[in-house]
């Protein structure tokens, strides 16, 4: 199974934004056809909306189970151990599952999928955790992921490719998901709380707001491509920028003086740390 051609079959277990997103690039990049995707949510305008975005099909969660070869948990953290309890009686070792459940640790997942032992979860379980971010919907993801000790080698491959198509997509080892959610998870909402903070002060300058808008965000859209693009670092781009004694350094030592660079760090960092609070709390 290695997504080198259009055969492998994915169901999603939820059927929410993200999960309509990931099957929208998978199938527009040729990594999975309408006919192998499924989807399943105890909400029917969910499924309504999966089907009319994607072509996929939504089916009740035995038929889903029964006809996937991966499975994409995008279900809502505090839905996950219900969600878990019913696919242990029905997982088998020719499942990947992959969950994409914030906060939802590999144990978690393990313990989860034994059930109470009488179902088809005993183990090991072919698992993978990733941490997309909402730019996903734009097929600008920023991913982090992490194997459980069951996967297959090519299962790696698989989700690599995967999240790769939406965006950019590292493996790392399963404690520095937390990071990634403090960074990329949360980010877009930093970057967010930027942009108006630019677009306010174009208006406060005079101009109109939907001018002031589309500059603030095209601006942050450009110099992300130059950072990435380039492959230099931010300090140097910024640095061409910013000639002696001009406008851009006395704007740079406005956001010094107003601790910008600092508080961006704080709020990584408090992010960070609540979701190692929010999986703490989980395994208790």
Not at 6 to 25: N, T, V
Not at 119 to 148: D, E, H, I, K, Q
Not at 248 to 277: Q, S, Y
Request: charged fraction near 15%.
């Amino acid at each position: 199974m290695g997504l080198s051609t259009i055969g492998d079959r994915i169901g999603f277990i939820g059927a929410g934004q993200m999960a309509r997103a990931l099957a929208r690039a998978w199938i527009s990049y040729g990594l999975l056809s309408p006919e192998n995707c499924r989807a399943f949510d105890p909400l029917p305008d969910a499924l309504t909306h999966f089907e009319n975005q994607t072509a996929g099909q939504g089916c009740d969660f035995p038929t889903l189970v029964n006809h996937s070869d991966i499975l994409i948990l995008a279900v809502k953290p505090q839905n996950v151990p219900s969600v878990l309890a019913s696919l242990s009686e029905r997982i088998s070792q020719n499942h990947l599952v992959i969950s994409i459940a914030a906060g939802v640790t590999l144990q978690q997942l393990t313990e989860g999928l034994k059930g109470s032992g009488s179902g088809t979860g005993t183990g090991p379980f072919r698992l993978a955790r990733v941490m997309p971010n909402t730019p996903c919907l734009v097929g600008c993801s920023a991913s982090g992921y992490t194997m459980g000790v069951g996967a297959l080698p090519e299962d790696g491959e698989v989700v690599q490719k995967l999240f790769a198509a939406v965006g950019k997509a590292f493996l790392l080892p399963e404690h520095l998901l937390d990071a990634v959610t403090g960074l990329s998870g949360s980010g877009p909402a930093y970057v967010y709380v930027m942009i108006e903070a630019l677009a306010d002060g174009g208006v406060r300058m005079g101009l109109p707001r939907d001018v002031s808008l589309t500059l603030a965000a095209q601006t942050v859209l450009g110099a992300s491509r130059m950072v990435l693009e380039t492959g230099q670092h931010p300090a140097v781009l910024k640095d061409v920028v910013a000639s002696p004694a001009g406008t851009t350094i006395a704007g740079l030592h406005a956001l010094e003086k107003g601790g910008l660079r600092a508080a961006l760090m704080d709020a990584v960092c408090a992010a960070t740390l609540r979701a190692k609070e929010l999986g703490q709390k989980g395994s208790s």
